[in-house]
C-alpha cells in the first residue's frame, strides 16, 4: 500500500531484476495467512503486522543485518575460475592458489561480490577507508596490483576499468 507501487511488487524488484540479497522486512497492516506466504514466497526475510512498537523493529533489523553478514563472511564467490573465500579470504584462479595484500583483497571481494555491475570509486574508497580521507592514487596501486595477480598471469581478463565511473569484475565469456 505504498504511494504509486506496493510493497510486494518493490520486493520481487529487488530479488528479481536487482538480484540483490539485501534483508528485506515487510511492514503492513495486512495479517492475512496468504499474503504472509506470498511475502516469504517472494523473497521477504520478515513479515511484522502494524502497530508494532519501534524497539522491536530495529531488533528485527539488527537481526536480519547479523545474519546477512554471518552469510556473506562464509561465502564462496566465483567468477570465471576465479573464487574467493570470504570466510578464509583463501584466493584462487583455475587452482591457483593467489596471495594479495590486504587493500587488493578488500577491492577484490567487494568486486566479486557486486558483479557484473560496476562498482564506484567512492565505494573503492569507502571500503579501503571508511570515511576518513584516503590516498585515490592508492586505489590505481591496488588495482594494478590486483591485475597484474588476477589477470596477467592467466589467458582472460576478468577485471575491467569502466571510465569515470570505477571497475566491475567479470567473466565476458560467460556474461554475453
Keep these: 500500500m505504498l504511494p504509486g507501487v506496493d510493497g510486494m511488487s518493490v520486493c520481487i524488484h529487488i530479488r528479481n531484476q536487482l538480484q540483490s540479497r539485501v534483508p528485506i522486512v515487510i511492514l503492513t497492516a495486512k495479517s492475512e495467512i496468504d ?5 516469504f514466497d517472494i523473497g521477504a526475510d520478515d513479515y511484522v503486522i502494524k502497530p508494532i512498537s519501534l524497539r522491536e523493529i530495529n531488533a528485527r533489523v539488527r537481526a536480519l543485518i547479523r545474519r546477512a553478514k554471518q552469510a556473506d563472511d562464509n ?3 566465483t567468477i570465471g575460475g576465479l573464487s574467493l573465500d570470504t570466510g578464509t579470504m583463501r ?21 566479486m561480490r557486486n558483479s557484473p555491475n560496476v562498482v564506484h570509486n567512492l565505494a573503492i574508497h569507502r571500503e579501503l577507508w571508511g570515511e576518513e580521507r584516503g590516498d585515490t592514487h ?37 556474461s554475453l
Design 35 to 39: 499474503t504472509k506466504i506470498s511475502a
Design 75 to 77: 561465502a564462496i564467490l
Design 138 to 174: 592508492a586505489i590505481v596501486v591496488h588495482m594494478h596490483t590486483l591485475r597484474n595477480t588476477i589477470d596477467k598471469p592467466f589467458d582472460r581478463q576478468l577485471i575491467h576499468t569502466v571510465r569515470g565511473f570505477g571497475y566491475r569484475i567479470a567473466d565476458e565469456q560467460t
Design 91 to 111: 584466493i584462487e584462479r583455475d587452482g591457483v592458489p593467489i596471495t594479495l595484500p590486504p587493500g587488493p583483497t578488500k577491492i577484490l571481494a567487494l568486486l
